[in-house]
């Protein structure tokens, strides 16, 4: 494998960033995951649009253009014969002092590796999945906006290792006020009377690349799509729950602490919506 480090193409061994990079330092720092599929990169576009708007937020300027951002990842994918996999996009502050002062950082450093991603296994997406509400809360988007994609992963990887202690996967995350977020590393969906539901971004949650597109499918297919705020309640007496994300796609969801979601089966939108990602998985993207 060949990864870019700062417009350069590394062996595996020999890709490395300094010890004194504040992405390592204190996780100063900004990333995205995305999809190969079938020799073309999915919403390419709106995982760099996502990426500037993290830097934006940080005020961290990323040494290239948008457009440069993009011909980088799909050259990457080339270097790397790379049809279908996973690439992990990740700009640094860059090399700095020991102390935290982002100014004392001249440049940003920008790695792209073109690899794989190890999905749930194959019988999650037939029998579902089964989650737990986590103690730890999702961050406040008044201390940390849960909105950028920061190297700074350690509310989800806590909330993680509760799930985990649980015996299970994926754990949703609650904000401070008790109403439904996200999971560490998914959005979170209901079906409920015919409506498919999910939490408003306000409520905590990143801007899914892939919540996006499931809603528009969702709409597509006749389905109403709201974003109301969620309670575990809501969770609870849902007819169908299901996860998002490009790393996961769309993974069904049959039990939440405990309690049965529906008939305890991957339901019928579920199914339908999984079907209709993976035919435009199939047609769309940037070629490479
Ligand atoms: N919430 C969080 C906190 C995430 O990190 C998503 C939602 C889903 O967003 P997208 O845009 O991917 O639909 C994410 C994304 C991994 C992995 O290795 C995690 C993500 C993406 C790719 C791989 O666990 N998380």
């Known amino acids: 494998m060949r990864v870019y480090i700062d417009g350069k193409y590394y062996d595996e061994a020999k890709a490395k960033i300094s010890v004194f990079d504040h992405g390592l330092l204190y996780g100063d720092g900004i990333f995205e995951g995305i999809r190969a599929y079938h020799g073309r990169v999915f919403k390419l576009q709106e995982h760099v649009d996502r990426l500037y708007h ?12 948008p457009p440069e951002m993009m011909r980088a990842v799909v050259a990457t994918c080339r270097k790397n014969r790379l049809r279908n996999g996973y690439i992990r996009l990740v700009v640094t502050r860059g090399v700095g002092t020991l102390g935290l002062n982002p100014n004392r950082c001249k ?37 940390l906006n849960p909105a950028i994609k920061s190297l700074n992963y350690l509310n989800n990887i806590l909330a993680k290792i509760e799930a985990n202690n649980a015996g299970v996967e994926e754990a949703v995350m609650l904000n401070a006020e008790g109403y439904v977020a996200e999971c560490t590393g998914d959005n979170l969906f209901i079906v ?12 905590g949650a990143l801007y899914g690349i892939t919540r996006r597109v499931v809603m528009e499918l969702a709409e597509e297919a006749g389905w109403r799509v709201r974003e109301p705020n969620l309670t575990r309640y809501d969770l609870f007496n849902a007819s169908e729950c299901f996860l998002t994300g ?6 069904p969801v049959v039990k939440i ?3 049965v979601i529906g008939s305890g089966k ?10 209709r990602y993976h035919a435009l998985t199939r047609v769309s993207g940037e070629p490479i």
């Open 192 to 203: 409920r009377d015919d409506e498919v539901l999910t939490p408003p971004l306000a409520a």
């Open 54 to 65: 993290s830097a934006k937020a940080l005020l961290l300027t990323i040494p290239m253009s």
């Open 257 to 259: 602490d405990g309690r």
């Open 107 to 143: 440049q940003g450093s920008v790695i792209i590796i073109a690899g794989q991603i190890q999905l749930y296994p194959e019988a999650y997406y037939r029998n579902g999945l089964a989650i737990v509400t986590v103690p730890t809360v999702r961050n406040l988007h008044s201390a």
């Open 266 to 275: 991957p339901g019928p939108v579920t199914r339908q919506l999984m079907e």
């Open 246 to 251: 490009t790393g996961a796609e769309i993974v």
